[in-house]
């Protein structure tokens, strides 16, 4: 059986973006990869919702790369606010806990987002420097609901950072209406290209504001990017380390289908799946770990009743179906995850669907068939 692969990054590929990535003997310097290292650029802004007042960034690594590299705008002591709703969240403690920096980070209980009150009690306590959320935490499918927060944060801080690296491309991302200063996403997730690329969009007045003797390291100082990347969105190439040439030849790809299709029906897309994946997994008795209004379209987590995570994703590889155990401390063991972004089809939640009766049949021969009216919706 052909695996597909669930998991919630790298999620379902695409043959034509995964081989533009295979590109013998280009280097960096060629015409080639000038053009669609700047084509992958402007692909960036387009997603991200974002006019020219910002600066794109392609980074050889990950998502975590590009999170810290919002030290490029801090100083020692700084204040830092971060919202966690779950593990991505509190990575940002392990970040800054190697920076001489004043972290608060508030944290909410396995499928919640952090309350109001909590957010509102600390907004009022102190300006911050910088106020980090994380548009939708992977470890639990939860979505933070940041166009509505963007305004509140931006009377108590000076720099609104989103880690959008599980939402940009499968959720709605307005980076320039919402007034966010720094948007963080990798190559692998909704965007739908291989491993190996943190991206991020920073409003250029950053630079000139909040760069100065700033506490960053050396490959994660964007000043370092920041001419690279100039250069780079013009056509004209340019180096600091060496880029991740496939990467970035299959992102060039995944943004033109992504603009072929749109942004917007992307959006539904993603919406609609999500939401028959979700109705599916309730009517066979099983839980979603994300609470009413606030499940994202590109993650699921589901609760299992009494059978082991690690044991079911392991058992549904048999119904061709790779998904991902659930990493929340709290639910340990109690729920699996489900990546649904990027290229992901209506046939994808289908044989979802059909793995996840299938792998409960086997263990429970009550289990209820999945409803799959909203397959003929
Ligand atoms: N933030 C979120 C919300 C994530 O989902 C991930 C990856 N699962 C990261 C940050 C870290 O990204 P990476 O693994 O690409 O370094």
């Known amino acids: 059986v052909k695996t597909t692969l669930m998991h919630v990054g790298p999620s379902i590929g695409d043959y034509d973006v995964q081989l533009a990535g295979v590109c013998p003997d280009q280097g960096f310097a060629s015409e080639k990869f000038k053009s669609a290292m700047s084509e992958a650029l402007k692909g960036i802004n387009y ?39 779950g593990v991505f969240g509190n990575r940002w403690e392990g970040i800054f806990s190697r920076y001489d920096v004043e972290l608060t980070i508030l944290k909410s209980h396995a499928g919640y987002c952090v309350s109001h009150e909590d957010i509102m009690g600390s907004l ?4 911050y420097k910088m106020i980090i959320s994380t548009h939708v935490e992977t470890s639990t499918g939860v979505k933070f609901p940041i166009e509505k927060y963007a305004k509140i944060f931006r009377e108590h801080c000076d720099i ?34 291989p ?28 000043m370092n990017w920041k001419p690279v990347m100039e250069t780079s969105i013009e056509g004209n190439g340019g180096y600091f380390a060496t880029p991740p040439i496939g990467v970035v030849f299959s992102l060039r790809n995944a943004f033109a289908r992504i603009r072929d299709e ?21 009517s066979m008795g099983l839980g979603i770990v994300a ?13 299992l009743k009494d059978m082991d995570a690690d ?66 919706e």
Not at 64 to 76: D, G, P
Not at 294 to 300: D, I, K, Q, W
Not at 333 to 350: A, P, T
Request: glycine letters at 8%; aromatic letters at 10%.
């Open 311 to 376: 044991l079911f994703v392991k058992n549904a590889l048999k119904f061709g179906v790779e998904f991902a155990v659930g990493v929340h401390p709290d639910l340990k063991g109690k729920y699996f995850r489900i990546g649904h972004m990027g290229w992901v089809s209506r046939e994808d939640i289908f044989k979802a669907l059909n793995a996840i009766y299938n792998t409960m049949k086997e263990h429970d021969p009550k289990t209820p068939m999945p409803d799959m009216d909203s397959f003929f």
């Open 195 to 222: 491993p190996g690329a943190g991206i991020l969009v920073v409003k250029k007045k950053l630079f000139q504001d909040y760069s100065d003797e700033n506490i960053s390291g050396y490959f994660t100082n964007l």
């Open 160 to 193: 609104i950072v989103v880690d959008g690296v599980a939402s940009v491309g499968g959720e709605l991302v307005k980076t320039s209406e919402w007034d966010i200063d720094i948007y963080i996403t990798a190559s692998q997730k909704a965007i739908g290209a």
């Open 47 to 85: 997603v991200m919702g974002c006019d020219d007042s910002y600066l794109p960034f392609i980074i050889p690594g990950s998502g975590t790369i590009a999170m810290e590299s919002v030290t490029t705008f801090l100083q020692r002591k700084d204040k830092i606010l971060v919202i966690s709703n």
């Open 124 to 127: 009022n306590r102190k300006h």
């Open 262 to 282: 749109t942004m917007e029906k992307r959006v539904e897309r993603h919406k609609k799946l999500s939401r028959s994946l979700r109705r599916g997994i309730k």
């Open 291 to 303: 609470q009413e209004g606030y499940e994202s379209s590109t993650v699921t987590g589901v609760l």
